[in-house]
């Protein structure tokens, strides 16, 4: 009986995050690498992937401190321990991915401030142990690069005609500009999130 | 009740008896002769484009109301005025499946998602012209020379594009006034432009049937005859001053009148009832802001033509222009904020 719950809760706090809570679709937050990297499905994958990273051993360690981490001081141990993962991800992509690193730019650094990670330290990690944070943190982030992979996707095929830089289309298709102008990461997220919307509201009534 | 002699009631009291359908039948007949105009100066293609838009807009107004579970608001021709002013705005030999998709957007984007009529910020057609533009910035700069002689006889292969696919090129294609004046320092000659000899999107290049047009809409009470006298009043004061500076490198302002889509858009676009302001001295505000943007993007923009983006602009900011200059009721400091 008891496992049997226990792999209820394991589950739901990893599905969670996918459909239910989905940081971008759901929650709307981490706009800015939503809107500003996913020009391309390849962006949109390697920031979701570099989010990822952060977000799972950032939740890891701040569960695992909990305890010590005094109650006036939280946020600022927080970011320490964010900023500390974001700059091993900026130079691993630096060192393996120098073309993605050099596309993304800034907003590698700037994963220091997504409010999406932050929030599950605060709201999550800090107060369940350390399996269900990794869990949790799985899910979300898993949610997130999902979220920026569509949209990089629907951007991308529109934008440019091709997917992951392949060609789909041939030579003659004509690529609609604004898709990848920062109007149309606007565009895709609102329709995105109407969408959503729409199966969810039908789902619950 | 009704023997009572003194009917009291609240305000307004004088109330005239015309409906929102009635003015907007009365903008479609204004914009008829214009639309009239584009085909006998450029043909099938512009036929065809004009009727793809109004079609596409008409349909997307249709299909959304049926979606959201409402009844159809096609009937009061505000979705007709609408394809009808975007395609009006294109060039003649637009790709086809572009104007259905530029009519789309104006409904879907620039007014059903407001909440349909009387909510939308900003005019519809021109929402469906700034994406276009953005989106296809190619086929929007293409021109076709006014009064072809094939015009009536053949299509643009370019119209019937295939969708998705990039529209092949015609051989002839016309430079506008605007754009030659941008970029070679030509100035067009003041009468083919009144008259419309020139090359241009669609319905812009006629100046005197859209001032015809609207004038019929200011004599019937339909249109505020300020949003098109203080847009077209500050453009002539602002480009004759520059002329009078140095008339070697800016327009005259018979130019500026009468080139791009300033006509079209101060008496069709700027003058919609929902985007202006409602206040008579915020409407003069309004008109003065977008004829200043217009001489400011033509002159000293990178893109010839800035009608478009003006009007947006000053539809943005009509709500704040009216909270603006309200008046102080009487007996309240004027520190006192009346929200």
Request: aromatic letters at 10%.
């Amino acid at each position: 009986m008891k496992s049997q719950e226990s792999i209820s809760k394991n589950s739901e706090e990893f599905l969670k995050g996918i459909w239910r809570e989905n940081p971008v679709f759901v929650a709307v937050l981490g706009m800015c690498p939503a809107l500003a990297v996913t020009n391309s499905a390849i962006n949109g994958l390697a920031m979701g992937l570099a989010t990822t990273f952060v977000l799972f051993f950032s939740s890891t360690l701040v569960s695992l401190f909990r305890s010590f981490i005094p109650k006036q001081v939280r946020i600022t141990t927080f970011i320490v321990i964010i900023a500390t993962f974001v700059t091993v991800v900026d130079m691993l992509l630096a060192a393996w991915v120098p073309d993605i690193h050099k596309e993304l730019g800034a907003f590698i650094a700037l994963i220091v401030v997504n409010c999406l990670i932050l929030g599950r330290q605060e709201a999550f990690s800090s107060k369940n142990p350390v399996g269900y944070s990794m869990l949790d943190a799985l899910g979300m982030s898993i949610g997130f690069t999902i979220a920026l992979l569509s949209i990089g996707v629907i951007r991308e095929i529109l934008g440019n005609g091709s997917l992951f830089n392949i060609d789909l289309f041939g030579q003659n298709f004509e690529p609609w500009i604004i898709m990848i102008l920062p109007p149309g990461g606007f565009l895709v997220l609102g329709f995105l999130l109407l969408c959503f919307n729409r199966v969810l509201n039908k789902k619950s009534s | 009740m009704s023997s009572k002699t003194l009917n009291i009631s609240t305000s307004p009291h004088i109330i005239a008896n015309v409906s929102t359908d009635t003015i907007m039948l009365n903008v479609v007949y204004a914009l008829l002769p214009v639309a009239g105009f584009a085909v006998y100066s450029f043909g099938i293609n512009a036929l065809l484009v004009i009727l793809t838009t109004t079609i596409s807009a008409v349909g997307t107004e249709h299909y959304l109301c049926k979606l959201s579970k409402k009844e159809s608001t096609v009937g009061d021709w505000s979705a007709v005025i609408s394809g009808l002013l975007l395609g009006l705005t294109l060039p003649p030999t637009f790709p086809l499946w572009m104007a259905f998709f530029g009519g789309v957007i104006a409904i879907a984007l620039g007014k059903f998602i407001f909440g349909g009529l009387g909510y939308n910020v900003f005019n519809p057609a021109l929402v469906g012209r700034a994406v276009l533009q953005a989106a296809f910035p190619v086929a929007m700069t293409t021109w076709y020379p006014a009064m072809a002689l094939d015009r009536f006889s053949s299509i643009s292969t370019s119209v019937l594009s295939t969708p998705f696919m990039q529209p092949t090129v015609d051989v002839v294609s016309g430079a506008t006034p605007l754009s030659a004046f941008k970029f070679d320092n030509i100035i067009a000659d003041s009468s083919d432009m009144a008259l419309g000899l020139i090359s241009g999107s669609t319905g812009e290049t006629c100046a005197v049937l859209i001032l015809l047009g609207g004038i019929y809409l200011i004599i019937r009470k339909m249109m505020n005859w300020r949003i098109p006298v203080a847009i077209l009043g500050t453009v002539i004061v602002l480009s004759g001053i520059l002329y009078l500076v140095d008339p070697q490198i800016y327009p005259s302002p018979v130019f500026m009148l009468f080139s791009g889509g300033l006509m079209l858009g101060a008496i069709f676009m700027a003058t919609d009832m929902v985007a202006s302001p409602i206040t008579p001295l915020g409407v003069v505000v309004y008109g003065a802001i977008i004829g200043i943007l217009v001489v400011v993007i033509r002159i000293w923009g990178g893109l010839p033509e800035g009608v478009m983006y003006a009007i947006l602009l000053a539809n943005a900011i009509s709500p704040h222009i009216d909270n603006m200059i309200r008046l102080r009721v009487y007996g309240t400091s004027k520190q006192t904020k009346h929200d």
